[in-house]
């Protein structure tokens, strides 16, 4: 019993201690309304294992619960005991006072708040963007300089195919300057003796042929009376008689046709000049126009450009020669085939089948089809027939065996590509658009797979690729 009051004395120090800490918590809320917070007393902080000195009221009675039920001996009132109380449970202010401010949650970035696909789609959405305007931009460029484009463009392709014999005859001993003269002179020259043969062929047997096209007009008409279709005489003379009222009534047009024709003869010859004075510089001078052109291009994208232009010329040279091979192989069978099948003008035929096979698809088809509408109105449906077949097993052995075996894997082009691409050529730039569409995607594809294979490491340190592209 002497013990008792010892204890007690003590539970009332302690339960004292913890009210004078209750007051100074509550004052420092009060604090906290008003203004930023001051730092905390060091003396106020107890050393037990950094935890936080500030008691809950509402765990004072469970303390003095706990201190009851415990053995008097086991139950020292200390500071450690009373610091264990949670800051979160704070007591309410006391009447008079302006309750303690509770801190505002931080509102989340709003980028984070977008999701990811979203994000991913806006990204990709501009940079588009961008890329399409830059597009349209280019294309109202070339639009506006159409002709020196086609020049330029044409210029390569006759350089691509006129360069082998420059760097053989360099090769032999030849100054480049000679070389140069020698192969541009003789190549020139070739393709006017062939355009001179057409025209030739063309004005000798035009008069021939237009005999030769009414009597075949006569016989297609005395077919088709007795064909199995019902036409009759009535219906034809309607048709002949809505041809000649359509042909008077356009005479304005197709005479402004002819007057604009005395303008596109011009722009003709300017780009033959320009495409004559290119390729001679290309031949002699091409080495270094393209290290010019690579002092253009930014440092970091300078040795991705330097090794992909070889293997454009490449693949641009490969296909040039193969399309030659390809359309000379069809020009002959072709043109050999309606000359047996007495096709009046087999010769001037064939070279146009030549000059339309640099159009690849189209102008296969629209070659092939000339021949047999000359066919169909000179000799008859059976010889028409006769000569589509020809045209089509030619082309059968050319898409199957001799295009894969002469280009090769280097300009091989998928056929959706090259319809997709000699359509768009054609839209921008008519015929000129629709030859050079599809060695322009050729050369892209080299130059992509290029790039793709250097960026994955497939290019070793000299800048050769690991395999042929």
């Given at each position: 019993?002497?013990r ?5 004395g003590r ?8 009210g004078?800490?209750?007051d100074?918590?509550r004052a420092e809320?009060?604090r ?11 003396e106020a902080?107890?050393?037990?294992g950094?935890r ?7 765990e004072a009675?469970?303390s003095?619960?706990?201190?009851s039920?415990?053995?008097?001996s086991?139950v020292?009132?200390?500071e450690a ?13 006391p009447?008079?006072h ?5 801190p505002?949650?931080?509102?989340p970035?709003?980028?984070a708040?977008v999701?990811?696909?979203?994000r991913?789609?806006a990204?990709a959405g501009?940079?588009l ?6 597009v349209w931009?280019?294309?109202?460029v070339i639009?506006a ?12 392709l006759?350089?691509?195919?006129l360069h082998p ?10 100054p480049?300057g000679?070389a140069?003269?020698l192969t ?8 006017g003796l062939v355009?001179w ?6 004005m000798e ?7 030769q096209?009414?009597?075949g007009?006569d016989?297609?008409?005395k077919w088709l009376?007795?064909s199995p ?5 009535k ?6 008689k809505n041809?000649r009222?359509?042909?008077g009534a ?5 005479t402004?046709t002819?007057?604009?024709?005395v303008?596109v003869i ?6 033959i000049l320009?495409?004559?004075?290119s390729t001679?510089f ?7 126009i393209w290290?010019?052109?690579l002092?253009?291009?930014p440092?970091?994208a ?8 070889p293997?454009?010329w490449?693949t ?5 020669r ?6 000379m192989i069809?020009?002959i ?6 000359y047996f099948?007495?096709v009046?003008m087999?010769v001037?035929?064939a070279?146009?089948?030549?000059l339309f096979s640099?159009i ?6 629209a ?7 000359v066919?169909?109105?000179t000799q008859?449906v ?6 589509l077949a ?9 898409g199957?065996?001799l295009?894969?075996f002469i280009?090769?894997?280097a300009?091989?082009?998928?056929p959706l ?9 054609g ?8 030859v050079?569409a599809?060695?322009?995607?050729a ?6 797979g290029?790039?793709r294979?250097r960026?994955?490491g497939g290019?070793?340190?000299?800048g ?6």
């Amino acid at each position: 019993m002497s013990r008792v009051p010892g204890l007690l004395g003590r539970l009332g120090a302690g339960l004292t201690e913890m009210g004078a800490r209750l007051d100074e918590r509550r004052a420092e809320v009060e604090r906290e309304s008003q203004g930023p917070a001051d730092p905390v007393d060091a003396e106020a902080v107890p050393s037990a294992g950094g935890r936080p000195p500030q008691a809950s009221a509402s765990e004072a009675p469970v303390s003095e619960a706990r201190a009851s039920e415990t053995p008097v001996s086991d139950v020292p009132v200390s500071e450690a005991s009373v610091s264990e109380a949670s800051v979160s449970d704070r007591p309410s202010a006391p009447a008079g006072h302006a309750p303690a401010a509770t801190p505002t949650a931080a509102l989340p970035d709003p980028a984070a708040a977008v999701p990811w696909g979203v994000r991913v789609a806006a990204e990709a959405g501009w940079r588009l963007l961008v890329l399409a305007g830059t597009v349209w931009v280019l294309m109202r460029v070339i639009s506006a300089v159409q002709l020196v484009v086609l020049a330029f463009v044409a210029a390569l392709l006759i350089t691509a195919l006129l360069h082998p014999a420059v760097a053989r005859l360099t090769k032999w001993g030849f100054p480049r300057g000679l070389a140069t003269a020698l192969t541009a002179i003789l190549g020139f020259v070739v393709m006017g003796l062939v355009g001179w043969f057409v025209v030739w062929q063309v004005m000798e047997n035009i008069d021939n042929l237009s005999d030769q096209v009414q009597d075949g007009i006569d016989e297609l008409r005395k077919w088709l009376l007795n064909s199995p279709f019902h036409v009759t005489d009535k219906q034809i003379n309607d048709i002949a008689k809505n041809l000649r009222e359509a042909i008077g009534a356009n005479t304005d047009q197709i005479t402004s046709t002819g007057l604009e024709g005395v303008t596109v003869i011009v722009e003709a010859l300017t780009g033959i000049l320009l495409t004559m004075f290119s390729t001679l510089f290309l031949l002699y001078d091409g080495k270094r126009i393209w290290q010019w052109t690579l002092k253009l291009v930014p440092a970091a994208a300078r040795p991705g450009v330097a090794g992909a232009g070889p293997r454009a010329w490449r693949t641009l040279t490969a296909y040039v020669r193969g399309t030659v091979i390809v359309a000379m192989i069809d020009a002959i069978f072709i043109g050999l085939g309606i000359y047996f099948l007495d096709v009046p003008m087999a010769v001037p035929l064939a070279v146009f089948i030549f000059l339309f096979s640099f159009i690849p698809l189209v102008g296969a088809v629209a070659s092939g089809a000339l021949a047999v509408v000359v066919a169909l109105v000179t000799q008859g449906v059976f010889t028409a027939v006769m000569t589509l077949a020809v045209v089509l097993a030619v082309q059968q052995i050319e898409g199957h065996i001799l295009q894969p075996f002469i280009l090769g894997r280097a300009v091989r082009v998928h056929p959706l590509a090259v319809v997709l691409s000699v359509a768009a050529g054609g839209m921008i730039a008519g015929i000129g658009g629709a030859v050079v569409a599809v060695p322009l995607v050729a050369v892209t594809n080299t130059v992509v797979g290029y790039l793709r294979a250097r960026q994955s490491g497939g290019v070793g340190a000299s800048g050769d690729l690991a395999e042929r592209v």
